[in-house]
């Protein structure tokens, strides 16, 4: 089963994980301006939220569980579990992810995908943080 993206495909950020793991862990003032200029937010999917006010909730419960969720949101029949990576300020500079077929990602899962993605996502965290020279793997 093949699930695959353009790297150069850009996708609305209120309609990914990623995007939506960057966004959520945002200062409020950077969120707000960000999400000003995705309005209106376009609906990729059916699934895709295009209420700013339902969007807000969505980033919210984000931030309380500590990582994002796309179900079918930005592409029919994929899913998506992301977490933001972090710089030495605590802002989100980057998001990892994982995603495929939604008939292969549980999202009663992705409490365990997040727990992996956390562990990723600090040691990416740590090496931007360390000059080249002081890395050892």
């Known amino acids: 089963v093949a699930c695959a993206a353009p790297l150069s495909a850009r996708d609305a950020a209120h309609a990914t994980s990623v995007g939506k793991a960057i966004l959520a862990f945002l200062p409020e003032a950077q969120r707000a301006s960000r999400l000003a200029t995705l309005t209106p937010l376009p609906a ?7 209420d700013p006010q339902a969007l807000e909730q969505d980033l919210a419960e984000t931030r309380e569980r500590g990582y994002a969720l796309e179900d079918e949101e930005n592409t029919p029949g994929t899913r998506g579990v992301a977490v933001p990576v972090l710089d030495v300020r605590g802002l989100p500079v980057a998001a990892l992810a994982l995603a495929g077929p939604a008939e292969r990602v549980d999202l009663g899962r992705a409490d ?9 996502s600090r040691e990416v965290s740590r090496r931007l943080d360390t000059a080249p020279e002081q890395l050892t793997a």
Do not use: D, E, N
């Open 44 to 50: 990729l999917t059916a699934a895709t939220i295009v």
């Open 112 to 120: 365990r995908m997040a727990a992996r993605l956390w562990r990723a």
